[in-house]
């Protein structure tokens, strides 16, 4: 190919029609925050309502002050989105009144230990770097920064119960060590069982308030989307039908990143095709690639007694209004299934072992409870965002390819 082609075909990529306004694909980001966020007014005014203390020497009066909110609730229902947005606009009037605020936003799954939060905390807002620290001395820089400045940090720990527990009550306690007056205060979010099964006994005392969220319903989830469409594409780029459709999607998990991210690849995939306008074809193909937390490669990672053993999980956690699952009982799943696909059944052991891939790889996930004054902890097992319907489908079309490629 010469040069001049290449330049060329750079310049009609980067130039061309696209279903997207300008600007309008980047709204479509996991990490976009809306002007508007609708039908979760109670859950802001709520989490806004939690600070008024933050605002007290305005009022007359001011008294030290420490907030720890917990925010539960299932994946792609707004938490993370709510969370943010409400955490803006607390620091922007923080600025109004001259309250030196400082927020920062982690997610657990990216930053996993409380030495790494607190040293990028430490980098990002203060300039100082501190490899090598020791969470002590970390912790100790903070608050001698925050007490010099009079300054207050609001840190949102997002899937929290990802951090251990010696991190958890680290971090509530953080403010309460150190130094005299509290200054620091926590929003964690997390899902219900992960809060009830492993944070909250662990911290809630220290805890101001729990928000729940709940599932949006389909009327919600059909405004929702026709509001994030209108931010994302051109006018004639996708008929209200198209949004229907994805409503439809969107609901049928209640979960409302897999309908925005339905939206992406469909207007990416129309990019690529040079058409104009998104069909009803393009959102059928990308709803099968939308459960990003399961890329189809996934699968072929896992060896089949993995396989059997997240089938074991995901058959379980199929069954209506069960989150969770113990070892125990998915052991004696994964027997039956060996028995179903005729394969030997391995050990318990072995078993665990698998489990621990699985959880590792971010299928599955692990709960598990401290029981004072006994050794042994009881894990409970649940499957992260993909839908147990989707996995089990998945999982099985995929062993029936697999096994009879083998014979
Ligand atoms: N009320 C809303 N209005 C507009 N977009 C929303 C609203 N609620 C959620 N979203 C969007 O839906 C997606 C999933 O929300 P998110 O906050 O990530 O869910 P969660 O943290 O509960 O898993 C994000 O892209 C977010 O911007
Ligand atoms: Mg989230």
Redesign the pocket.
């Known amino acids: 190919m010469n040069d001049k082609k290449s330049v060329d075909i750079i310049q009609e990529a980067l130039f061309s029609s696209s279903v997207f306004k300008e600007g309008g694909e980047r709204t479509l980001n ?1 990490s ?3 002007e ?5 007014e109670d859950h802001i005014r709520r989490i806004s309502q939690n600070f008024r203390e933050l605002f007290a020497s305005e009022r007359g009066g001011y008294s030290g002050f420490s907030i720890n909110l917990a925010i539960t ?1 299932s ?8 969370s943010r947005y409400t955490v803006d606009r607390i620091q922007s009037t923080a600025e109004k009144y001259h309250l030196k605020l400082y927020t920062e936003y982690k997610n657990c799954w990216t930053t996993r230990t409380k030495t790494s939060i607190l040293r990028s905390i430490l980098r990002d807002q203060f300039g100082v770097a501190s490899r090598g620290f020791s969470d002590e001395e970390s912790t100790d820089i903070l608050i001698r920064r925050l007490n010099s400045e009079q300054a207050y940090l609001l840190l949102i720990l ?1 899937e929290a119960s990802v951090l251990n527990q010696k991190d958890i009550r680290g971090f509530v306690h953080l403010s309460e060590e150190f130094g005299m007056e509290h200054r620091i205060s926590l929003i964690m ?1 997390s899902r219900p069982t992960e809060w009830k099964v492993a944070l909250s006994s662990m911290v809630s005392q220290r805890i101001s308030d729990v928000i729940h ?1 709940q599932p949006y319903n389909y009327e919600e989830t059909r405004k ?1 989307l026709g ?2 469409s209108e931010l994302a594409f051109k006018s004639y780029a996708l008929s209200e039908d198209i949004v229907d459709m994805v409503a439809e999607i969107s609901d049928q998990t209640k979960n ?2 897999h309908g ?1 991210e339905t939206l992406y690849r469909a207007g990416r995939a129309a990019d690529q095709m040079r058409i104009d306008e998104i069909t009803p074809e393009l959102i059928r193909r990308a709803k099968n690639d939308v459960y990003p937390e399961m890329r189809a490669d996934i699968l072929e990672e896992l060896n089949p007694h993995e396989l059997f053993a997240t089938l074991s999980v995901a058959r379980r956690l199929h069954h209506k209004g069960i989150t969770a699952t113990t070892i125990e009982h998915s052991f004696k799943n994964y027997r039956i299934i060996c028995e179903e696909w005729n394969a030997t059944p391995n050990g318990e052991a072995a078993f665990r072992n698998y489990l621990s891939t699985l959880e590792a790889i971010g299928i599955l996930g692990k709960v598990t409870k401290g029981v004072k004054g006994r050794k042994g902890v009881r894990a409970r097992l649940t499957i992260h965002d993909v839908p147990a319907a989707i996995l089990i489908e998945r999982i099985e079309v995929f062993l029936a390819k697999q096994l009879k490629n083998e014979t």
Not at 36 to 40: A, E, G, P, S
Not at 75 to 82: E, F, L, P, R
């Open positions: 996991q976009y925050i809306p508007y966020l609708n039908f979760r609730g994946a792609g229902i707004g938490k993370t989105v709510t997002d979010i969220f929702i509001y994030r409302l990143r925005i």
